[in-house]
């Protein structure tokens, strides 16, 4: 084999370096050097561990926000916080600390966050409603309805169990949502890459006119993405009540703009059509290390505040409707 048969052109180079996927890892890796310098032990692979369950908890709730953007029309989801506290309560409620619960808590903590996706859906689809105001204006409604159903005071416990599943080794040092983490990702390739579901999202996401014209079933696809959404958004309940123990009504407010960034970083055009899950897994963890650095630092929460939302504005600005081929 010759010496130029394996050269690889600049330009191959330069895409792989830019690529959103690969700076995502990049700076993961930085920031966990800057935290081990920061803090000796940072970087120590228990911490890693730990680490990584916040990304994934981050990570589901950002696989349904993935789903939805890649649907076009400017889709975007502001409910998911909503729906992660009540996925939340509901599963806590479920639960109320007993592992004969666990198995309704699933059930409800995910089939009434999809039915309310479905119709944030239907409002997109059908009633023409911008997905910023249906999914602000189900915020609104579903925090209403916490306050009524929790009387604004926390209210359920997890289940011993699932606090186990969660936040406990499981195979080699692994926690479980790590496991579930890894197999909705690998559910997600396989839909986006391999079916035809997953090619229709990405054709409407692209044109959805043109889509329509090839018999694409377009109302039902963008309506089903949003339920989707809203069931990953209450699984993501599920794993937070599971993660600390207990609930409470705002639990899941402030996953609302870390899961869109998420799937932005990982080079999903906010116009639709392009992108993928695996950056969107990168972006969750390159996100969490940034918070945890942060927080390593000590400083006061309106410092980190500014400096974590300047840092994701700029990231928005760099490459946020960039067009990238799917990963």
């Given at each position: 084999?010759?010496?130029?048969?394996?050269?690889?052109?600049?330009?191959?180079?330069?895409?792989?370096?830019?690529?959103?996927?690969?700076?995502?890892?990049?700076?993961?890796?930085?920031?966990?050097?800057?935290?081990?310098?920061?803090?000796?032990?940072?970087?120590?692979?228990?911490?890693?561990?730990?680490?990584?369950?916040?990304?994934?908890?981050?990570?589901?709730?950002?696989?349904?926000?993935?789903?939805?953007?890649?649907?076009?029309?400017?889709?975007?989801?502001?409910?998911?916080?909503?729906?992660?506290?009540?996925?939340?309560?509901?599963?806590?409620?479920?639960?109320?600390?007993?592992?004969?619960?666990?198995?309704?808590?699933?059930?409800?903590?995910?089939?009434?966050?999809?039915?309310?996706?479905?119709?944030?859906?239907?409002?997109?689809?059908?009633?023409?409603?911008?997905?910023?105001?249906?999914?602000?204006?189900?915020?609104?409604?579903?925090?209403g309805g916490l306050v009524v159903y929790s009387r604004g005071v926390?209210?359920?416990?997890?289940?011993?169990?699932?606090?186990?599943?969660?936040?406990?080794p499981l195979a080699l040092g692994v926690p479980g949502i790590l496991?579930?983490?890894?197999?909705?990702?690998?559910?997600?390739?396989?839909?986006?890459?391999?079916?035809?579901?997953?090619?229709?999202?990405?054709?409407?996401?692209?044109?959805?006119?043109?889509?329509?014209?090839?018999?694409?079933?377009?109302?039902?696809?963008?309506?089903?993405?949003?339920?989707?959404?809203?069931?990953?958004?209450?699984?993501?309940?599920?794993?937070?009540?599971?993660?600390?123990g207990t609930s409470f009504i705002s639990v899941g407010d402030q996953?609302?703009?870390?899961?869109?960034?998420?799937?932005?970083?990982?080079?999903?055009?906010?116009?639709?059509?392009?992108?993928?899950?695996?950056?969107?897994?990168?972006?969750?963890?390159?996100?969490?290390?940034?918070?945890?650095?942060?927080?390593?630092?000590?400083?006061?929460?309106?410092?980190?505040?500014?400096?974590?939302?300047?840092?994701?504005?700029?990231?928005?600005?760099?490459?946020?409707?960039?067009?990238?081929?799917?990963?």
């Open positions: 084999m010759s010496i130029q048969s394996v050269q690889v052109s600049p330009m191959k180079i330069r895409a792989f370096l830019t690529d959103p996927l690969t700076l995502a890892i990049g700076a993961s890796i930085a920031l966990l050097i800057v935290g081990e310098l920061l803090s000796p032990g940072f970087a120590r692979g228990d911490q890693i561990v730990r680490l990584l369950t916040v990304a994934a908890i981050l990570g589901i709730v950002a696989a349904g926000q993935n789903l939805v953007i890649l649907g076009g029309r400017e889709g975007i989801d502001l409910s998911v916080g909503a729906m992660i506290s009540l996925g939340a309560v509901l599963a806590g409620n479920m639960m109320a600390g007993q592992n004969t619960g666990i198995p309704l808590a699933i059930l409800v903590a995910a089939g009434v966050p999809f039915l309310i996706g479905i119709v944030n859906g239907l409002g997109v689809t059908f009633l023409r409603i911008p997905p910023l105001v249906m999914t602000l204006g189900m915020t609104a409604v579903i925090q926390p209210s359920g416990n997890a289940a011993p169990l699932l606090s186990s599943f969660i936040n406990r496991i579930v983490w890894v197999l909705i990702a690998l559910v997600m390739l396989f839909v986006l890459r391999r079916t035809a579901f997953g090619y229709s999202v990405y054709a409407i996401g692209s044109n959805e006119r043109a889509a329509y014209l090839t018999g694409v079933p377009v109302p039902f696809v963008r309506t089903l993405l949003y339920g989707l959404s809203g069931l990953f958004a209450g699984l993501t309940g599920l794993c937070v009540i599971g993660y600390t996953y609302v703009l870390p899961s869109i960034i998420a799937v932005v970083i990982g080079g999903t055009s906010l116009a639709g059509g392009m992108g993928g899950y695996l950056g969107t897994m990168a972006g969750a963890v390159a996100l969490t290390l940034l918070q945890s650095v942060l927080i390593t630092l000590q400083m006061d929460v309106w410092a980190r505040q500014v400096i974590f939302g300047a840092t994701l504005l700029a990231l928005m600005l760099l490459y946020g409707r960039q067009k990238k081929l799917r990963v």
